[in-house]
């Protein structure tokens, strides 16, 4: 999984920080922050994280999450509740 800004169907953005697994089941799971309120941390099973969803109430066909763009020094700042998905903060150029 790609780290960087997701947006959910519902229209809020996220940060994908990384991969763990569900220490119960050993299912893959994904790590991800909300970058709003309080950038609460949340972790969601891979395959649910990744579904294809058909919400006929929303009007919505498509991915849960769907990728938006690497997380950039620009973000940092923007949003410094945020963890950083890189090493000691060591953001690609």
Do not use: C
Not at 3 to 31: F, N
Not at 40 to 55: A, D, Q, V
Not at 59 to 76: H, K, L
């Amino acid at each position: 999984m790609q780290t960087g800004i997701y947006q959910h169907y519902k229209g809020k953005q996220y940060l994908v920080l990384g991969s763990a697994l569900l220490e119960d089941s050993l299912t893959p799971a994904i790590i991800y922050q909300a970058l709003y309120d309080e950038y609460t941390l949340w972790i969601r099973e891979e395959k649910l994280f990744e579904e294809h969803l058909t919400l006929p109430e929303y009007s919505y066909t498509g991915p849960r999450f769907r990728f938006i763009r690497t997380w950039t020094e620009e973000d940092a700042k923007k949003y410094p509740k945020a963890l950083s998905p890189f090493p000691l903060n060591e953001i690609p150029h």
